[in-house]
């Protein structure tokens, strides 16, 4: 995550030339920012994130490496999760003040307990946060929402937690 948007497409040139990584997500966000989501072996990714950071101006905001990320992350990122009325169980909500501690969030709620990511949102007309929505089981909701917190309350990037027992499904329409 980077402050300019001129320099974030600087470093995307620059990770993109030192490895072989995929682009996941590369786009401006709020605030005026620039957030890159990269893909690959963990020493290709260590390889490029070492390159944005070396053509990174002291724009680098945020940065993150997550190892064997959990598969349910990057549907739910690409707003590709679909539930049904039916399925939806507890709510879980998790709202970060960064975009990249979201990820973390999210990848630690899934590997924490069986639920469902169906939403992260990051940055885009949130004025560069991020939040997720989770369902499951009550129990799960708790362990997976508890372990995200974990994620983003250590790097100081909390803003607010909630678990929603019965949600009305209405509540949630606009992401199913």
Do not use: W
Request: hydrophobic content about 50%; glycine content about 10%.
């Amino acid at each position: 995550e980077l402050s300019s948007v001129g320099i974030g497409y600087k470093v995307l040139d620059s990770m993109l030339k030192a490895a072989d990584v995929e682009i996941i997500l590369a786009r401006t966000i709020c605030s005026g920012k620039y957030l890159i989501v990269m893909g690959g072996k963990v020493s290709e990714v260590e390889s490029a994130m070492a390159a944005g950071r070396e053509a990174g101006e002291g724009a680098l905001v945020d940065e993150l490496v997550l190892n064997a990320v959990h598969p349910s992350v990057f549907p739910a990122l690409g707003q590709a999760v679909s539930i049904a009325p039916e399925q939806l169980g507890a709510l879980g909500i998790v709202e970060s003040f960064s975009g990249v501690s979201i990820l973390a969030a999210a990848d630690a709620a899934a590997k924490a307990a069986g639920v469902t990511i169906f939403r992260i949102h990051v940055a885009m007309a949130l004025g560069g946060k991020g939040f997720l929505l989770l369902t499951g089981e009550q129990p799960d909701v708790e362990a997976a929402v508890s372990a995200a917190v974990e994620q983003v309350a250590g790097r100081g990037l909390l803003v607010s937690r909630v678990v929603i027992p019965r949600p009305e499904p209405s509540l949630i329409s606009e992401y199913l």
